[in-house]
T-cell receptor
């Protein structure tokens, strides 16, 4: 049983560019959450998707957007990249109503 | 606002017991979760407390007191592989009890022989 997978593992972009990160949830999971983790900090909640809709959102600007597909996989899009967007982006999946989230290995984004 | 505070670093001896604390200022949280994250790895779920009291899972125990807005993670029989960062996280209200999880900044646990 494959766990949560994310692609790509690493990404380098320049300021002003746009990026798309991808996540496939653990088999059987229907809910996907995205987090941003800066070095030495805890994960910061970006948003959560269920039934292809954004259900909850953290304190992130509209430059951060997402999508969930019918197969429950998800994308995170970030527009107009800033240097401060450099971080590890984590995807976590769960079953709706479960308190346990399963995290993917993350995508390391570097903005130059 | 919602915030969770944890000590930044803790050092303990192999074989000993360590307690890592978490205090929170928030409203509407359903419960407190704990995650472990090794350097370069993904967070992994350890435990969840929905009710006040102690939850035990093997060498790990987690405690919650809602009246004190306080919880802790207790690790017994410490092993070198327990060296990692430990995060408490508040499970917020929303569409589901796991909808909006706010993480603390984490405690880095170092184990020495």
């Amino acid at each position: 049983d494959a766990g949560v997978t994310q692609s790509p593992t690493h990404l380098i972009k320049t300021r002003g560019q746009q990026v798309t990160l991808r996540c496939s949830p653990k088999s059987g999971h229907d809910t996907v959450s995205w987090y941003q983790q800066a070095l030495g900090q805890g994960p910061q909640f970006i948003f959560q998707y269920y039934e292809e809709e954004e259900r909850q959102r953290g304190n992130f600007p509209d430059r951060f957007s997402g999508h969930q597909f019918p197969n429950y996989s998800s994308e995170l899009n970030v527009n107009a990249l800033l240097l401060g967007d450099s971080a590890l982006y984590l995807c976590a999946s769960s079953l709706l109503g479960s308190n346990e989230q399963f995290f993917g290995p993350g995508t390391r984004l570097t903005v130059l | 606002g919602q915030s969770l505070e944890q000590p930044s670093e803790v050092t303990a001896v192999e074989g000993a017991i360590v307690q890592m604390n978490c205090t929170y200022q928030t409203s509407g949280f359903y419960g407190l979760s704990w995650y472990q994250q090794h350097d370069g790895g993904a967070p992994t779920f350890l435990s969840y407390n929905a009710l006040d009291g102690l939850e035990e899972t093997g060498r790990f125990s987690s405690f919650l007191s809602r009246s004190d807005s306080y919880g802790y993670l207790l690790l017994q029989e410490l092993q070198m592989k327990d060296s990692a960062s430990y995060f408490c996280a508040g499970n917020g209200p929303g569409y589901s009890s796991a909808s909006k999880i706010i993480f603390g900044s984490g405690t880095r646990l170092s184990i020495r022989p």
